[in-house]
């Protein structure tokens, strides 16, 4: 999952922390806007309604991938892995 917050106003800046801190309660930060997040349907559900509450949807932009089929086949790390037991659905 990634975030694109606009943080021009006050209120922006606002969102971007209560964004970013609903996004940790779900996943692994892995760069400053993208986390990994193993979701059940339900919890999945339960984020994408969390974050439309949250976001002003004419300036900000949250983005979920959803990856079929084997997580080990769907994801490559080149450099340091970060160590992390994913399972499915997987969710970046």
């Known amino acids: 999952m990634t975030y694109d917050i ?10 971007l922390t209560r964004v970013a801190k609903v996004c940790e309660r779900y996943g692994s930060r892995v760069q400053y806007s993208v986390f ?31 990856f079929g089929g084997a997580v080990r086949d769907s994801r490559l790390v080149v450099g340091r892995p970060r160590p992390r037991e994913l399972g499915d659905p997987w969710i970046i």
């Open 6 to 15: 606009d943080t021009h106003t006050r209120d922006g800046e606002i969102r």
């Open 36 to 66: 990994e997040c193993r979701l059940s349907d339900v919890s999945y559900r339960k984020l994408v309604i969390e974050l439309e509450g949250i976001i002003d949807p004419a300036c900000d932009s949250v983005h979920f991938y959803r």
